[in-house]
């Protein structure tokens, strides 16, 4: 209890979604208020429920840290006459600081000799502090969605019922609107209501548990995750889950309670897809497989009360699953009567956007761009891409996606099998959805692969066209996980014939008059958009953020290119020569500024030092275009740097800027043929050489 600090912030139900990255939120948050407050501290917890928010340090210190600070005046010339006595300067540098001028100090500096003042501002209590950082915590927890309630200015998830605060055992006097801070806390909704005081975090996390409360959410998941596979274990079953689904399981409820149910073999004749999504996406449910991974009829649900009998409560979840199972086999008897492909004219009545047109539009558009993407990847896939396409968003007017919108692709996929469509054409029909989140599956077929590019390519040129690009933290269309997905498709396929310029100027010409914008004003715009997510992702894979600048600054549009010439770079960069070569390179960039229209006539050359960069120059840039042509960009930064040398010797013993102007251009102009060379693989300018 010593010196630790509880806070719990009690509200109505939070939803699930909000719940892990408040975790996170709140721990970067208070770290940060008490660097700034310079508070030491050993370890920080954050804990939460639907309806609960906690957070629990460990030895926070019990006064700040002393803080000396130096403050440098005027000059020590100015601060003294030629007696050494003190001048205005010094004496009102002295009094605004608080201290006599004889505490004054000499501090010496690469400008000169200064005087300055040190003082130490002395750390006050943390108990006095507190009530100040946890306020500002508070408030500065962010959520997707807040909102106000009653009269009161106060924005948070949901509103607050009460707060436990408390440091070293004494309450830490606290003020949100109408609720005042105390040392209780409230137990389970429904089974214990009641309050109960609290003297420490061990103390809490026992009242809280004997108050039917777990409050760790590791610790309810683990609960769920045992007895889940348990009750699944107990029909000769496995439990199905995701880590999505765990985890809005686990921030749903307070006190989990497995229950075990089932439903009739029957429906197990709908598709699996269907099954899955009714119970994980629609009931929180989770279902349950035999060991090769089969459906059984049965499923797991989490209860947060304690039923006097399990066996009713099943038999209530059992009913809710029946209905929706109903209706998902009526919509997938009554969708099997129409085949697939007769539900394409269909479109003509969806909306894409009402500044987009329809989906049958936006089909017929990414049909074309599919089209040409295959010539540049493999014609005799032709056919089998252009039937995906047409296929794509078929099922779009199907009952069952009507009802379960995250099936689309996967019924499509499922309708088209039956519809007699061939095996790859179906996979591609659910594939081109792919990438469904960040970091999730990509495609595994080509087609899948080149219809999921085209569609998702005419989306965000699409978008970009009509001005509804993303703006800063909003993005309702999901054009950044659509960019990344392409990037990551393409490097995954190793797609380097396909060039992204080309692929949105061919996107662009699809759109008719429907965008608003000018064809260059957008490609400039959508091809920054894209250098941006290809940046992110390079960095993210570990790459420093100046070696990826040095490469996407020579140009980027051959993804698959780009990301072998970083790789490259990296590896250079551990190569002796690599300091000396970035330093010469940037001597060229350096006196090259401004300097355009190179024009280099060997006959102008008049020294000894120019013939022989010259002379290396071009043996080299023959071998580099090699390599380069073979994709050996490890070779060819190896071979550019040979040219370290004669660069260095032609700086040591050439005046480039020379009187006579044609000399000078000239001499420019090898520089600007180099310059150029090293350019078709990074620019060293945008390194940085620490140390």
């Known amino acids: 209890m010593n010196n630790e600090l509880l806070l719990e912030i009690g509200t109505e139900e939070i939803p699930a979604g909000f719940l892990n990255k408040a975790l996170k939120d709140m721990e970067s948050i208070i770290g940060k208020l008490l660097s700034e407050n310079r508070i030491a501290y050993k370890d920080i917890k954050c804990l939460a429920t639907p309806r609960r928010l906690v957070l629990y340090i460990a030895d926070v210190a019990r006064k700040q840290n002393d803080q000396t600070i130096e403050k440098t005046g005027p000059a020590r010339k100015a601060a003294f006459d030629e007696k050494g006595k003190p001048t205005n300067a010094a004496l009102g540098f002295a009094k605004g600081q608080g201290l006599d001028v004889s505490a004054l100090e000499i501090i010496i500096t690469e400008k000169g000799e200064y005087i300055g003042a040190r003082k130490t501002v002395y750390g006050r209590p943390t108990a006095e502090l507190l009530p100040a950082i946890l306020n500002n915590f508070i408030l500065s927890i962010p959520f997707k969605k807040s909102m106000r309630w009653s009269s009161f200015d106060l924005r948070f998830a949901r509103p607050l ?3 436990l605060a408390i440091y070293g055992g004494d309450v830490i006097p606290l003020q949100i609107e109408n609720i005042t801070s105390g040392n209780l806390s409230c137990g389970h909704r429904f089974m214990s209501p009641e309050s109960f005081p609290v003297a420490s975090f061990e103390d809490y996390l026992v009242k809280t548990r004997g108050n039917y409360v777990i409050a760790s959410p590791g610790e309810r998941r683990n609960m769920i995750l045992t007895e889940a596979q348990k009750a699944a274990a107990e029909i000769g079953g496995k439990l199905f889950f995701t880590e999505d689904l ?3 399981v686990t921030f749903i409820v307070e006190y989990p309670v497995i229950v075990r149910g089932s439903f009739d073999k029957d429906y197990l004749k709908i598709p699996k897809e269907v099954l899955t999504t009714t119970m994980m996406s629609h009931q929180k449910y989770f279902p349950i497989t035999d060991t090769e991974g089969n459906l059984l009829p049965y499923f797991v649900t989490v209860s947060n009360t ?19 199972l109903a209706d998902a086999s009526f919509f997938f008897e009554e969708d099997k009567k129409v085949p697939l492909e007769n539900r394409v004219e269909a479109l003509k009545k969806v909306i894409f956007h009402t500044l987009l047109g329809t989906s049958y539009d936006k089909v017929q558009r990414f049909r074309k761009l599919a089209a040409y993407i295959t010539e540049k990847i493999n014609p005799e896939l032709k056919k089998d891409v252009d039937r995906a396409a047409f296929l794509a968003k078929a099922d779009l007017e199907s009952q069952m996606v009507g009802e379960f919108p995250e099936l689309q692709g996967i019924m499509g996929s499922q309708y088209a099998l039956l519809a007699g469509e061939k095996a790859n054409v179906a996979k591609a029909v659910y594939e081109h959805y792919l990438p469904i989140t960040a970091g999730g599956n990509l495609p595994q077929t080509h087609e899948g692969a080149i219809v999921g590019i085209a569609d998702k390519m005419d989306t965000i040129v699409g978008f970009f066209g009509v001005g509804l690009q993303p703006t800063g933290a909003a993005d309702p269309y999901a054009l950044r996980r659509q960019a990344l997905g392409i990037i990551n498709i393409i490097l995954y396929r190793q797609y380097n014939t396909l060039l992204i310029g080309k692929l949105i100027d061919e996107s662009l010409s699809l759109f008719e008059n429907k965008l608003n914008k000018s064809a260059g004003e957008i490609k400039k715009d959508v091809m920054e958009f894209f250098r941006g997510r290809l940046e992110n992702q390079m960095i993210a894979q570990g790459y420093p953020y100046d070696t990826v600048e040095a490469v996407l600054s020579t140009g980027f549009s051959n993804i698959v290119i780009t990301a072998k010439k970083i790789k490259a770079l990296q590896a250079f960069r551990q190569n002796p020569e690599f300091g000396p070569v970035s330093t010469a390179f940037k001597r060229v960039e350096n006196i090259l500024k401004d300097f355009c229209n190179p024009q280099l006539n060997v006959k102008y050359f008049s020294t000894d030092a120019e013939k022989k960069l010259f002379s290396a120059f071009e043996k080299t840039k023959t071998e580099v275009e090699k390599a380069i042509s073979a994709a050996d960009f490890g070779k060819a930064l190896a071979l550019l740097a040979e040219l370290r040398p004669p660069v260095d010797y032609f700086f040591d013993n050439v005046m480039v800027m020379d009187k006579d102007k044609r000399t000078q251009k000239n001499r420019l102009s090898l520089l600007a043929e ?14 940085v050489i620490s140390g």
Do not use: Y
Request: hydrophobic share 40%; no cysteine; proline share 3%.
């Open 674 to 687: 180099i310059s150029a060379l090293f350019h078709k693989l990074t620019d060293f300018s945008k390194i």
């Open 246 to 248: 765990m985890d809005t």
């Open 306 to 324: 304690e039923p006097r009998d399990r066996n009713i409560v099943a038999r209530g979840n059992e009913r809710v699953l029946h209905a929706r």
């Open 161 to 163: 019922h009460w707060l």
